[in-house]
Every structure is written in structure tokens, then in C-alpha cells.
């Protein structure tokens, strides 16, 4: 699985990161994104929620969150 | 049967590029939405330094707008291409440093080049004739415009019966009778069509969304400027201004000093790259040193940082002082007289 490395970086920059990251993947593709900004909790889902991705899990521990997404159809 | 027209909406997360893209919805346009990082944006970053903003629900309100209208929504980063726009604006400053007109004359230029890569048909701001003293003007519009390279193809809902038509009007794909008249910095023609629209919880519009039109960030920007003897800046530099006392005592240094818990541990990502300090014997502020500090300055600074501690009114405060290379040594200070501070050393 893919993974993105957006910790130490402010919201809008994790959305950004994630998505240039799922404009390399196919449909069905899961992705992995650690932050560490608490934004990102709403914004990354808000982000797959308007471009059809899925949000398959959201996992917090210490101060990192890792959000697993699988990429919906273009 | 015909192909549907495609449009891509510039969404700040205000009410007026929420509103102008669903005008154009309504005529059967498909739209999507552009929203760009400049880095000086209000939102998101300063929600998520401060602990009584993070305490608050927070959204990205150009991702609100998109859900709202369920459309896409494409967020670019400019950080770096902006800085030319900040650093030699063609068309000047507004107020403070902000570059309004190259600003939009920018983003309406990267959206050209969006839409001629994608196949767009034209692009779709919020603007209002009127509305921004720089920016929206009947004379600064056209520059827009014309600057930018979308001539035609760029498409104001919100104040179209107010301009020449434009190439989707001409076209005969856009009608003119079903776009607005909107002008002026009165907000009630905006208001009503949201309350039609079904539009409640909307960002408060027009403006407050980029720290370059804050007076106080602009003077700590052209502070920066003025102490390095050059006009530069990387993303770090501006993110710093967003946060903490700037205290600037000589040119060649200044302390930035944590205001609460949330400035603090955003600041100790920066620790290693600055001399830092931390009062240990009582409780109180990270503070970063940016600069070149000699001895002298970095005693003075102690007494600073020992005045926004708790032990400010003690007579002595240990602070530890870590250099850039890790190594700390503690220092006892008197606490500087907080009157006795000039108030010429705050930017």
C-alpha cells in the first residue's frame, strides 16, 4: 500500500499531499496518510467525500493519525 | 445530444464563489472548484496552532462550499510561484502587503491554464463590481481579465449584466437574463440569494481570509524584509509570523515568544533550527531567537523571556539557553521590567 508522509505539516498541505498521491493510483487502490494535524481528521474525509474516495479507517495514536483510503472511480 | 459545458469555479470558501458556482449550476454547467495555498491563508493553519481554535469545531470551508454544491474540489499548492506575486506586485499593495489585483490576476491565470488542460470551458469567480477597493473595481475587473489571459472566457454570475457578455453568453450557453446585477460592498443582494438557494451556514464573506491584508503580519513581514536586507521569504518564515510575540530589541535579532500551550508545541518543531530558551525554574514560554544574538543580546533575551514566565515578578529565573549546535547552559536573570520594555521592540 501506498503511504504518504504529511506529519509536521498544517491542513490544507495533508489534503494536498493526499491528493497528489491518489492521482497516481487506480481505482480501488488503498492509501495510507500519517499527519499529525488534527485538521486533517476533518478535512481529508471532507476531501474524499467530494472526489467519491473512501475513507476505510482512521487510527490515532500518540500524536500521529494514520487515515487508510481506498480511491473511488474517477 | 450536445456535451454538457464545463466550468471551473475559483472557491475561496466565502459566500460569494459559493453562490456564483451555483448560479452557473443552475443553467446546467457542470462545475468543479479550484482552491489555492498561497500560504498566507487564515484558515487551517492558525485553528490548528492555537489550543482555544483547536478546541473549536473546525472545517476547510472551500471543502464546505464543495460539499454544499457536490461538486470536486482541487486544491493547489503556489506557495513557491506566489512569491513573486508578493515580493514584486506589478499593480502595487492594497493597505498593507497585499498584492490584491496580481493576486487575482495570478489565480485567474492558473485557472486558464487549468481549464485549457482539462477542457474546461471558461472560468467563474465571485466577484462584484464594487466590492473590494482594490480588486473589484469597474476598471481593475477588465485588467483582470486581459492580464490573465482568460479575455472571454471568464465568467462574473454574480455582476454579469454589469459587463460585456461573455464568450459563453455569445455562445448562447449561458443566459444573461439568469445571471445578476449585484454591485457595491452592500452584502444583502448576496444574503438573499442565499436564503433562496437554501444556503445557511456559510463563512462570514468578504475578506479576513489571507494574513497579508492583517496590518500587524504585514508590518512583522516587511520587519523580516527590512532585517535581512532582502526581500525573501520561505514558508517557514511566513508560518512563523502567524504565531507569538515578535520582540524585536536589536537588527540583528528578535525573540518570538509562545502566547499559549497550542504557539508552544507548534513552535517546538522549529527548536533545533533557532537558540531557544525556556524558564526552568518557573513555569512559562518557548521562545526562538531568529537571528544572529551576541552574548549581550542573549542575556537581555533571558531577562525577556524570564518576564513572560510566571516567575516575572521573582527575583532571580533560571532559563535554559540552547544553541543551534544542542548544547544548553542555564542562566539566573532578573526579569525584565515588563514597563520598562520600549513598546518600539513589539512588531
Redesign the interface.
Known sequence: MKSVDAR?L????P??RT?DAVASLQAGDSLEVLCT???AI??IP??C???GHEVCDINEQEDTITITIRVGSP | MTEKRKAVALISGGLDSLLAARVMMDQGVHVEGINFYTGFCVEGHTHAIRKKDRDRPKRNNALWVAEQLGIKLHILDIIEEYKDIVINPKHGYGSNLNPCLDCKIFMVNKAREWIDDHGFDCIVTGEVIGQRPKSQRRDTLPVVARESGADDRLVRPLCAKNLPPTRPEKEGWLDRDKLHDFSGRSRKPQMALAAHYGFEDYAQPAGGCCFLTDKQYSVKLADLWATRGKREYELDDIMLLKVGRHIRPGPNYKLIVGREEGENRFMEGYRKRFVHMLPTSHSGPLVLLDGEPDNNDIELAARLTARFSQGRDAERVIVEVTGKNGESRALAVKPYPAEQVPASWYL
Open positions: 509536521c498544517l491542513c490544507p498541505l489534503v494536498i491528493q494535524d488534527p485538521g476533518h478535512d471532507a476531501w467525500r467530494v472526489h
